[in-house]
């Protein structure tokens, strides 16, 4: 990991944050709010653009159901995001080429579980994400995206 740009004194540098919701996260605040919480994914554009705008940093909030869409966005952020954020939602558990697409792209990742997968059931403990990514973040409810931003934007200075 490169250290810190004395220009900057380590200060994140400006740019956008891609945040990348997979399946069924359309459907927050509906689905099993008992597990997923209310908020909705409007909520959560909502919170990750203030921390986001925090850091002086913008985000791009994304959602799909389609595997080959959130490989095509992560491969997008190569050229115009300083950093992802990826809530997976089922496709942790099952995608080696999400996992291989996060592994060729060099941008701060941060993967995001609204709920606490370890907690849940035996298959959803497993991530082929987890190695590739930067840090994990499960159980916070939708203030994990906040989280995930302030580590996006600590690495993204680091890395300016």
Same mark, same amino acid.
């Given at each position: 990991?490169?250290?810190?740009?004395?220009?900057?004194?380590?200060?994140?540098?400006?740019?956008?944050?891609?945040?990348?919701?997979?399946?069924?996260?359309?459907?927050?605040?509906?689905?099993?709010?008992?597990?997923?919480?209310?908020?909705?994914?409007?909520?959560?554009?909502?919170? *990750?653009?203030?921390? *986001?705008? =925090?850091?002086?940093?913008?985000?791009?909030?994304?959602?799909?159901?389609?595997?080959?869409?959130?490989? +095509?966005?992560?491969?997008?952020?190569?050229?115009?995001?300083?950093?992802?954020?990826?809530?997976?939602?089922?496709?942790?558990?099952? =995608?080696?080429?999400?996992? +291989? *697409?996060?592994?060729?792209?060099?941008?701060?990742?941060?993967?995001?579980?609204?709920?606490?997968?370890?907690?849940?059931?035996?298959?959803?403990?497993?991530?082929?994400?987890?190695?590739?990514?930067? *840090?994990?973040?499960?159980?916070?409810?939708?203030?994990?995206?906040?989280?995930?931003?302030?580590?996006?934007?600590?690495?993204?200075?680091?890395?300016?």
């Amino acid at each position: 990991m490169s250290t810190p740009d004395s220009s900057t004194g380590g200060a994140p540098s400006t740019g956008t944050v891609f945040v990348l919701n997979g399946p069924n996260l359309n459907l927050l605040g509906t689905r099993e709010p008992e597990v997923y919480g209310s908020a909705t994914l409007e909520d959560v554009r909502a919170l *990750a653009e203030a921390r *986001a705008a =925090s850091h002086g940093l913008t985000v791009d909030v994304r959602q799909s159901n389609h595997e080959g869409v959130l490989i +095509d966005w992560i491969h997008e952020a190569r050229e115009a995001a300083v950093g992802i954020v990826l809530n997976p939602g089922g496709y942790t558990h099952t =995608s080696v080429a999400i996992r +291989d *697409a996060l592994a060729a792209v060099d941008v701060p990742a941060v993967e995001v579980h609204l709920s606490n997968v370890h907690a849940r059931e035996q298959f959803r403990r497993h991530s082929y994400l987890s190695p590739v990514v930067d *840090a994990v973040i499960a159980g916070a409810g939708v203030h994990g995206y906040e989280y995930a931003l302030e580590h996006i934007a600590r690495l993204a200075g680091r890395r300016a």
